[in-house]
C-alpha cells in the first residue's frame, strides 16, 4: 500500500530490487489511491519496468472510497480498516487464483 509516498519510493522499491531472493519467485501487489503526489507515475514506471524479471506485479491505482469523515492520515475510522481488509483478500484471493505460494 503507498499513498502519496514519492519521496521514499525509489528507496522501498530499491530494497525489493535487491532482495537475495529470485525475482521470478517474487510476486508484488501494489494498491495505491488517494495520492496528492505522483506515486501512481513512479509506481507504474518501476512496474513496467520490473514486469518481466518478477513472477507477477499488480498495479491497482483504483480508489472508489471517500473518507469524508476522516480526521486526518493517521486517525483512522471503521470504514478505512475495512478498506484495508478488503485490500487483503483481494491480494490473497489473485494469489489463490494465479497458484502463487
Do not use: C
Not at 470504514?79 to 483478500?89: A, E, G, S, W
Amino acid at each position: 500500500l503507498a499513498r502519496s509516498r514519492a519521496h521514499s519510493l525509489p528507496t522501498w522499491l530499491g530494497l525489493i530490487e535487491n532482495l537475495n531472493y529470485p525475482k521470478s519467485s517474487i510476486a508484488v501487489y501494489i494498491q495505491t489511491d488517494h495520492n496528492q503526489d505522483n506515486t501512481p507515475l513512479l509506481l507504474l514506471e518501476w512496474s513496467n519496468r520490473a514486469r518481466e524479471v518478477y513472477q507477477d506485479i499488480v498495479l491497482n491505482t483504483s480508489s472508489h472510497i471517500s473518507y469524508t469523515q476522516s480526521l486526518g492520515p493517521s486517525m483512522w475510522e471503521e470504514d478505512r480498516y475495512l478498506h484495508m481488509m478488503r485490500i487483503r483478500q483481494k491480494v490473497l484471493d489473485h494469489a489463490r487464483f494465479r497458484g502463487i505460494r
